[in-house]
C-alpha cells in the first residue's frame, strides 16, 4: 500500500507530473484518490510496472467561484466583472436587490458569495441581506458601499456580512477577502469535477 503525504504540493495549472503511462501499465486508483493542493484538486493514481509503484498526480481544474454582484452603478459591476475576471470566477450582476432575490429564488445554493452594495433604491443591502438570510441562503456575504454608518454596520454584522469595503474599494484586497472566504467556507472545500 502507497503511503499519501496530504502536504501541499505546488503544481503549474495544467500540469501533468509522470510522463504518459505506456499502455501495458496497469493503473490502479488509489484511495483516497482527491488530494487538495492550494485551490486545486489532484488526482492520484498508481501506476505498476515491474513491481515498482509510481504515483502520478493529474491537477482537476476547479469549478469557477460563482459571484452574484448587486449594484446599481453600472460602473461598480463593470469593474466587479473585471476584478473576478478569469476561469477562476463566474460573475452574474444585477442592478438591484430583486433582481437578486430573483436569481436566488430560483436556485439559493447557487452563488459561493454575494457583493452587494448598500444604497440602491426599492430595496436597500441591509434589507437585501435580511431577506437572503430568511431564506436560509447561508452564502458568505460581502459589502461594497460608498458610506456605512455605524448603526448599519452593526446591522450587516448581526447578519453574518463577513467583510465590507469602502468605495472607492482596494482591487486586490477586495480579491483577497473573497478569495480567503471560498477557501475558509466549508462548502467550498474541495470543489472540484469528479471522474
Sequence with gaps: MLNVRRAP???PQKAVV??????????????PDKLIS??????????SYAGTDVAAFRVIMDAPLRILAVDNEPSVTLSLRFVFAGPRYEVTCV????????????????????????????????KLVEEIRKRGITSDIIVVAANLSPEVREAFEQMDVHAMFMKPFNVDELRSAVDRLATASPSNRGRGDTD
Design 9 to 11: 504540493i505546488s503544481l
Design 18 to 31: 509522470a510522463a504518459q503511462p505506456h499502455p501495458i501499465l496497469r493503473r490502479t486508483k488509489v484511495a
Design 38 to 47: 492550494g485551490d486545486r484538486v489532484l488526482e492520484m493514481e498508481l501506476i
Design 95 to 126: 442592478d438591484s436587490g430583486h433582481a437578486a432575490l430573483a436569481k436566488l429564488d430560483v436556485r439559493s445554493d447557487f452563488y459561493d458569495v454575494i457583493i452587494v452594495d448598500q444604497k440602491m433604491p426599492n430595496l436597500t443591502g441591509v
